[in-house]
């Protein structure tokens, strides 16, 4: 079992997001790479890179509209 992680991918399904959509075909390959090199999780375009870095930081670095709503 391998976690995948990944942002829009060029599907019918995220045909309204305007951001970078990853090609099917490529997520496919990435992920059954990271199957066959035993990896349990993958992180497949860089938008799910940046959101795990992100993670381990304070709540507010993520959403920072929680830091105003303090003041």
């Known amino acids: 079992m391998v976690g995948a992680h990944v942002g829009y991918v060029d599907t019918a399904m995220a ?3 305007t951001d970078p959509k990853m090609d099917p075909a490529d997520l496919v390959t990435t992920v059954l790479d990271a199957v066959e090199a035993g990896q349990y999780e993958v992180l497949a375009d860089e938008t799910s890179v940046q959101l795990k870095a992100r993670l381990s ?3 507010e670095a993520l959403y920072p509209q929680l830091a105003l709503s303090k003041s």
């Open 57 to 59: 930081a304070p709540i």
């Open 15 to 17: 045909a309204h997001a």
